[in-house]
């Protein structure tokens, strides 16, 4: 596990998952802060089979089976369980197989909106219902960068080198040409190939995960703190933290996002594709 070489000072940088590590940092007074979230979305969602009365997410409330993991019981599912109606009757275990699922249509699973519906429609031979939670109220931040406070007071031209890296970097993978980055990902992972990178990258623009919202306007790697806010108070509700628990001016800093880095350079790069005028 990295997590515990960030504030040990072994890394300085760690991509992680979303607010609730950002909330058990500050909660556990571990002196590491976000300074950017590259997914406006949680990729996390939930998947049904087609023609079994699941039309909207109030539905999946509804399932007999819910294939769910132990992780996820005590995180985003207490969420559900407060606000959306879930009950715990529903659970059954998830190991990462698809097979129960696969083989129980009345049931419905968790899974990444853009990993797990490629694999149902390989192995299932159908193109399963994905209801993103981000969707339905679910409003964390995901795929966050920290940094130690320390870095962020003392090397900030590090810290802001680091984050205006990583978002162009984005801006390029999802707009422009893929081709080097898609060879290193094949090379790392011989179990990948290109068909499945290219069905993942459409959902992932075609859901919004990295560029929707906020990163339209400010650009990817956007943030609020009235977001920040309102996915706190969700958590509250759900029972994952007491009010006042968490100090949320330590969460996360905002002096190096929010400056539309990037937007003008995706502009030029959706022109080019279109084979327009050049952006000035």
Known sequence: MNRPLLPAGKIDFLMTGNLLHSFDNVKNGVPVITVASLFQKDPQALMAHPGQGYKTFADLKRAPVAYIAKDAQFSW????????????????????????????????????????????????????????????????????????????QKKPDLVKRFVEASILGWVHYLYGDRRAADALILKDNPEMDQGTIDQSVALMKSLGIVDSGDSLTQGIGAMKPERIRDFYDKMVRAGLYKPGEVDLSKVATFQFVNHGLGLDEKKRLLQKQAGGPKAP
């Open 77 to 152: 599912w207490a969420w559900l369980k407060a606000e959306q109606g879930f009950k715990d009757e529903q659970l059954r275990p998830y190991n990462y197989n698809l097979g129960p699922f696969l083989a129980n249509a009345k049931s419905i699973q968790q899974g990444y909106a853009v990993e797990e519906p490629i694999s149902i429609q390989k192995q299932g031979g159908f193109t399963p219902l994905t209801f993103l939670l981000a969707d339905h109220g679910y409003s964390t931040y995901s795929t966050t960068i920290e940094t130690r406070v320390e870095t962020v």
